[in-house]
Protein backbone atom coordinates (compact mmCIF):
# COMPACT_ATOMS: atom_id res chain seq x y z
CA UNK A 1 0.00 0.00 0.00
CA UNK A 2 2.93 2.61 0.54
CA UNK A 3 4.31 1.70 -2.90
CA UNK A 4 1.34 2.08 -4.82
CA UNK A 5 0.81 5.52 -2.68
CA UNK A 6 4.28 6.63 -3.62
CA UNK A 7 4.04 6.03 -7.14
CA UNK A 8 0.88 8.40 -7.35
CA UNK A 9 2.35 10.96 -5.33
CA UNK A 10 5.18 10.83 -8.18
CA UNK A 11 2.96 10.56 -10.76
CA UNK A 12 0.81 13.60 -9.34
CA UNK A 13 4.59 15.40 -9.46
CA UNK A 14 5.37 14.49 -12.73
CA UNK A 15 1.80 15.64 -14.08
CA UNK A 16 1.82 18.85 -12.25
CA UNK A 17 5.25 20.04 -13.95
CA UNK A 18 4.29 18.51 -17.26
CA UNK A 19 1.82 21.31 -17.01
CA UNK A 20 3.84 23.89 -15.95
CA UNK A 21 6.07 23.08 -18.97
CA UNK A 22 3.29 23.05 -21.38
CA UNK A 23 2.50 26.44 -20.13
CA UNK A 24 5.80 27.54 -20.14
CA UNK A 25 6.08 26.44 -23.58
CA UNK A 26 2.93 27.99 -25.35
CA UNK A 27 2.53 29.96 -28.14
CA UNK A 28 0.74 32.66 -29.36
CA UNK A 29 -0.84 30.03 -32.53
CA UNK A 30 -1.01 27.45 -29.25
CA UNK A 31 -1.93 28.41 -26.70
CA UNK A 32 -5.03 26.28 -25.07
CA UNK A 33 -2.32 23.86 -23.34
CA UNK A 34 -3.12 25.16 -20.19
CA UNK A 35 -6.69 24.08 -20.22
CA UNK A 36 -5.22 20.38 -19.49
CA UNK A 37 -4.42 21.78 -16.26
CA UNK A 38 -8.44 21.71 -15.38
CA UNK A 39 -8.14 17.95 -15.48
CA UNK A 40 -5.17 17.83 -12.29
CA UNK A 41 -7.76 19.02 -9.74
CA UNK A 42 -10.49 16.64 -10.89
CA UNK A 43 -7.68 13.60 -11.15
CA UNK A 44 -5.74 14.39 -7.75
CA UNK A 45 -8.81 15.39 -5.74
CA UNK A 46 -10.26 11.61 -6.53
CA UNK A 47 -6.98 9.90 -6.65
CA UNK A 48 -6.30 11.54 -2.91
CA UNK A 49 -9.16 12.81 -1.46
CA UNK A 50 -10.98 15.90 -1.23
CA UNK A 51 -8.84 17.08 1.46
CA UNK A 52 -4.82 16.69 -0.02
CA UNK A 53 -6.40 16.87 -3.76
CA UNK A 54 -7.77 19.82 -3.04
CA UNK A 55 -4.57 21.44 -1.20
CA UNK A 56 -2.47 19.65 -4.22
CA UNK A 57 -4.65 21.39 -6.52
CA UNK A 58 -3.91 25.08 -4.71
CA UNK A 59 -0.38 24.35 -4.95
CA UNK A 60 -0.83 23.58 -8.74
CA UNK A 61 -2.39 26.91 -9.46
CA UNK A 62 0.21 29.00 -7.40
CA UNK A 63 2.56 27.75 -9.12
CA UNK A 64 0.96 28.42 -12.09
CA UNK A 65 0.11 31.81 -10.56
CA UNK A 66 3.92 31.92 -9.87
CA UNK A 67 4.96 31.27 -13.45
CA UNK A 68 2.67 33.95 -14.34
CA UNK A 69 4.54 36.29 -12.55
CA UNK A 70 8.22 35.21 -12.85
CA UNK A 71 7.93 34.99 -16.93
CA UNK A 72 7.18 38.33 -18.01
CA UNK A 73 7.18 36.51 -22.04
CA UNK A 74 3.90 34.94 -20.94
CA UNK A 75 1.85 37.36 -20.66
CA UNK A 76 2.05 37.53 -24.79
CA UNK A 77 0.22 34.43 -24.81
CA UNK A 78 -2.20 34.77 -21.74
CA UNK A 79 -3.75 38.74 -21.32
CA UNK A 80 -4.09 39.42 -17.57
CA UNK A 81 -7.53 39.15 -17.87
CA UNK A 82 -7.29 35.46 -19.17
CA UNK A 83 -4.80 34.30 -16.29
CA UNK A 84 -7.84 36.10 -13.95
CA UNK A 85 -10.81 33.70 -15.86
CA UNK A 86 -8.09 30.96 -15.75
CA UNK A 87 -7.92 31.57 -11.83
CA UNK A 88 -11.21 31.79 -10.83
CA UNK A 89 -12.32 28.78 -13.25
CA UNK A 90 -10.15 27.03 -12.16
CA UNK A 91 -10.56 27.54 -8.41
CA UNK A 92 -14.19 26.74 -9.30
CA UNK A 93 -13.54 23.33 -10.93
CA UNK A 94 -11.53 22.34 -8.04
CA UNK A 95 -14.36 23.24 -5.06
CA UNK A 96 -16.66 21.05 -7.30
CA UNK A 97 -14.20 18.69 -7.60
CA UNK A 98 -13.45 18.78 -3.77
CA UNK A 99 -17.32 19.17 -2.96
CA UNK A 100 -18.08 16.12 -4.82
CA UNK A 101 -15.41 14.03 -3.58
CA UNK A 102 -16.58 14.45 -0.14
CA UNK A 103 -19.98 13.40 -0.09
CA UNK A 104 -18.87 10.57 -2.88
CA UNK A 105 -16.77 9.54 0.33
CA UNK A 106 -18.91 10.21 2.81
CA UNK A 107 -21.60 8.10 1.38
CA UNK A 108 -18.96 5.21 0.97
CA UNK A 109 -18.24 5.60 4.74
CA UNK A 110 -21.80 5.16 5.50
CA UNK A 111 -22.54 2.87 3.31
CA UNK A 112 -19.72 -0.06 4.13
CA UNK A 113 -20.66 1.36 7.85
CA UNK A 114 -24.21 0.37 6.99
CA UNK A 115 -23.16 -2.92 5.25
CA UNK A 116 -20.54 -3.67 7.90
CA UNK A 117 -23.30 -3.14 10.35
CA UNK A 118 -25.97 -5.60 8.22
CA UNK A 119 -22.93 -8.30 8.19
CA UNK A 120 -22.63 -8.52 11.30
CA UNK A 121 -26.46 -8.55 11.99
CA UNK A 122 -26.37 -11.45 9.86
CA UNK A 123 -23.97 -13.46 11.19
CA UNK A 124 -25.28 -12.83 14.87
CA UNK A 125 -28.82 -14.03 12.97
CA UNK A 126 -27.38 -16.88 11.56
CA UNK A 127 -25.31 -17.65 15.11
CA UNK A 128 -28.74 -17.40 16.84
CA UNK A 129 -30.63 -19.67 14.12
CA UNK A 130 -27.57 -22.22 14.33
CA UNK A 131 -27.97 -22.15 18.36
CA UNK A 132 -31.87 -22.24 18.16
CA UNK A 133 -31.88 -25.30 15.88
CA UNK A 134 -29.15 -27.25 17.75
CA UNK A 135 -31.13 -26.21 21.46
CA UNK A 136 -34.23 -28.09 19.77
CA UNK A 137 -32.57 -30.65 18.45
CA UNK A 138 -31.17 -30.99 22.45
CA UNK A 139 -34.42 -30.83 23.59
CA UNK A 140 -35.97 -33.54 20.81
CA UNK A 141 -32.69 -36.06 21.98
CA UNK A 142 -33.77 -34.83 25.51
CA UNK A 143 -37.46 -35.83 24.91
CA UNK A 144 -37.21 -39.20 23.25
CA UNK A 145 -34.09 -40.50 24.74
CA UNK A 146 -33.40 -42.17 28.12
CA UNK A 147 -30.61 -40.46 29.69
CA UNK A 148 -28.73 -43.26 31.42
CA UNK A 149 -29.04 -46.09 28.66
CA UNK A 150 -28.83 -43.85 25.29
CA UNK A 151 -32.07 -45.96 24.09
CA UNK A 152 -35.54 -44.64 23.39
CA UNK A 153 -37.53 -43.36 25.77
CA UNK A 154 -41.18 -44.95 26.78
CA UNK A 155 -42.88 -42.30 25.31
CA UNK A 156 -41.26 -41.99 21.91
CA UNK A 157 -40.83 -45.55 21.89
CA UNK A 158 -45.26 -45.95 21.80
CA UNK A 159 -45.25 -42.81 19.42
CA UNK A 160 -43.04 -45.13 17.17
CA UNK A 161 -44.83 -48.28 17.83
CA UNK A 162 -48.29 -47.12 17.36
CA UNK A 163 -47.35 -45.62 13.89
CA UNK A 164 -45.64 -48.73 12.92
CA UNK A 165 -48.76 -50.83 14.53
CA UNK A 166 -51.11 -48.79 12.10
CA UNK A 167 -49.12 -49.70 8.94
CA UNK A 168 -49.45 -53.53 10.38
CA UNK A 169 -52.85 -53.28 10.47
CA UNK A 170 -53.61 -51.29 7.27
CA UNK A 171 -51.24 -53.65 4.82
CA UNK A 172 -51.46 -56.91 6.84
CA UNK A 173 -48.00 -56.76 8.10
CA UNK A 174 -45.88 -58.94 10.92
CA UNK A 175 -44.30 -57.51 13.77
CA UNK A 176 -43.40 -58.88 17.11
CA UNK A 177 -43.72 -56.95 20.30
CA UNK A 178 -41.66 -58.05 22.96
CA UNK A 179 -41.25 -56.98 26.79
CA UNK A 180 -37.38 -57.80 28.64
CA UNK A 181 -37.15 -57.40 32.27
CA UNK A 182 -33.77 -57.78 34.32
CA UNK A 183 -34.44 -60.61 36.98
CA UNK A 184 -33.81 -59.71 40.43
CA UNK A 185 -33.07 -56.52 39.85
CA UNK A 186 -34.24 -54.84 42.89
CA UNK A 187 -31.73 -57.38 44.94
CA UNK A 188 -28.53 -55.82 42.94
CA UNK A 189 -29.53 -52.84 43.78
CA UNK A 190 -30.49 -52.98 47.48
CA UNK A 191 -26.96 -55.49 47.75
CA UNK A 192 -24.93 -53.82 45.51
CA UNK A 193 -25.89 -50.55 44.72
CA UNK A 194 -27.60 -48.55 42.33
CA UNK A 195 -24.03 -47.74 40.55
CA UNK A 196 -23.86 -51.07 39.76
CA UNK A 197 -27.69 -51.42 38.93
CA UNK A 198 -27.12 -48.66 36.13
CA UNK A 199 -23.87 -50.44 34.82
CA UNK A 200 -26.14 -53.28 34.47
CA UNK A 201 -28.55 -51.72 32.31
CA UNK A 202 -26.31 -49.65 30.21
CA UNK A 203 -24.14 -52.91 29.58
CA UNK A 204 -27.69 -54.78 28.42
CA UNK A 205 -28.55 -51.68 26.49
CA UNK A 206 -25.34 -51.71 24.70
CA UNK A 207 -25.72 -55.17 23.63
CA UNK A 208 -28.68 -55.20 22.45
CA UNK A 209 -28.62 -52.42 20.14
CA UNK A 210 -25.45 -54.61 18.87
CA UNK A 211 -27.54 -57.53 18.73
CA UNK A 212 -30.82 -56.11 16.82
CA UNK A 213 -31.31 -54.82 13.32
CA UNK A 214 -31.67 -51.41 12.09
CA UNK A 215 -35.24 -51.94 11.61
CA UNK A 216 -35.96 -52.78 14.92
CA UNK A 217 -37.04 -50.43 17.99
CA UNK A 218 -35.54 -50.50 21.47
CA UNK A 219 -36.85 -48.73 24.06
CA UNK A 220 -36.44 -48.55 27.73
CA UNK A 221 -39.92 -47.90 29.21
CA UNK A 222 -39.22 -48.85 32.88
CA UNK A 223 -36.86 -48.53 36.15
CA UNK A 224 -35.75 -52.54 34.37
CA UNK A 225 -37.84 -52.96 31.76
CA UNK A 226 -37.67 -52.91 27.90
CA UNK A 227 -39.69 -53.08 25.01
CA UNK A 228 -38.63 -53.78 21.76
CA UNK A 229 -40.50 -53.49 18.29
CA UNK A 230 -39.31 -55.96 15.17
CA UNK A 231 -40.69 -55.65 12.41
CA UNK A 232 -41.12 -58.46 9.61
CA UNK A 233 -40.63 -60.91 11.39
CA UNK A 234 -42.86 -64.07 12.28
CA UNK A 235 -43.06 -65.92 15.48
CA UNK A 236 -40.46 -68.28 14.76
CA UNK A 237 -37.81 -66.00 14.22
CA UNK A 238 -39.16 -63.40 16.86
CA UNK A 239 -38.57 -66.28 19.39
CA UNK A 240 -35.49 -67.47 18.21
CA UNK A 241 -33.83 -63.68 18.23
CA UNK A 242 -35.26 -63.33 21.51
CA UNK A 243 -33.58 -66.77 22.56
CA UNK A 244 -30.39 -65.62 21.51
CA UNK A 245 -30.58 -62.65 23.35
CA UNK A 246 -31.48 -63.87 26.40
CA UNK A 247 -28.49 -66.17 26.16
CA UNK A 248 -25.78 -63.78 25.17
CA UNK A 249 -27.26 -61.39 28.43
CA UNK A 250 -26.90 -63.93 30.45
CA UNK A 251 -23.03 -64.33 29.71
CA UNK A 252 -22.76 -60.59 30.39
CA UNK A 253 -20.33 -59.63 33.05
CA UNK A 254 -20.38 -56.98 35.11
CA UNK A 255 -17.17 -55.94 36.83
CA UNK A 256 -17.76 -54.57 40.73
CA UNK A 257 -15.62 -54.07 43.45
CA UNK A 258 -11.53 -54.28 42.23
CA UNK A 259 -12.02 -58.03 40.15
CA UNK A 260 -15.37 -59.12 40.74
CA UNK A 261 -18.04 -59.85 38.50
CA UNK A 262 -21.48 -59.83 38.23
CA UNK A 263 -23.98 -62.17 35.92
CA UNK A 264 -27.46 -61.48 35.23
CA UNK A 265 -30.17 -62.93 33.44
CA UNK A 266 -33.49 -61.70 32.25
CA UNK A 267 -37.10 -62.64 31.10
CA UNK A 268 -39.01 -61.91 28.04
CA UNK A 269 -42.22 -62.47 26.97
CA UNK A 270 -43.22 -61.82 23.11
CA UNK A 271 -46.52 -61.48 21.40
CA UNK A 272 -47.24 -60.80 17.54
CA UNK A 273 -49.52 -58.95 15.88
CA UNK A 274 -52.84 -60.89 14.18
CA UNK A 275 -55.88 -59.69 13.05
CA UNK A 276 -57.75 -60.08 16.23
CA UNK A 277 -55.62 -57.17 17.95
CA UNK A 278 -57.04 -54.07 17.18
CA UNK A 279 -55.07 -51.47 19.42
CA UNK A 280 -51.16 -51.77 19.93
CA UNK A 281 -52.35 -51.52 24.14
CA UNK A 282 -53.73 -54.85 23.47
CA UNK A 283 -50.63 -56.11 21.66
CA UNK A 284 -48.44 -54.26 24.85
CA UNK A 285 -50.69 -56.19 27.34
CA UNK A 286 -50.23 -59.53 25.74
CA UNK A 287 -46.57 -59.45 26.10
CA UNK A 288 -46.24 -57.74 29.24
CA UNK A 289 -48.58 -61.32 30.19
CA UNK A 290 -45.96 -63.38 28.34
CA UNK A 291 -43.50 -61.73 30.94
CA UNK A 292 -45.29 -62.66 33.98
CA UNK A 293 -45.66 -66.22 32.63
CA UNK A 294 -41.72 -66.36 32.18
CA UNK A 295 -41.24 -64.88 35.76
CA UNK A 296 -43.39 -67.68 36.86
CA UNK A 297 -41.98 -70.36 34.98
CA UNK A 298 -38.42 -69.55 36.94
CA UNK A 299 -37.23 -66.29 34.97
CA UNK A 300 -34.38 -66.34 32.72
CA UNK A 301 -36.69 -67.54 30.02
CA UNK A 302 -38.65 -66.22 27.17
CA UNK A 303 -42.39 -66.78 26.47
Known sequence: MKETSLIYHISNLLYAFLILYMIFNATDTDNSRIL?????????????????????????LGMIIGLFGIVPEIHT???????????????????????????????????MKSHKALFLEQMNLKEEIGQRIELEKELQYLAQTDTLTGLHN????????????TRAVRYNGSICFAVLDVDQFKNINDTLGHPIGDAVLKALAKHCLKSLRDTDIMARIGGEEFAFLLLHVNEEQARAKMETLNKELSSLEIPYDEGKILNFTVSIGLAMYTPEIKRLDELYIKADAKLYEAKDAGRNCVR
Open 77 to 111: TYSIPFQVRFSVTYMTVAFISSWVEYHRSRYQQES
Open 154 to 165: RRYFLEVAEQEF
Open 36 to 60: WAYVYPIGTIFLFGNRLGFLYSCVL
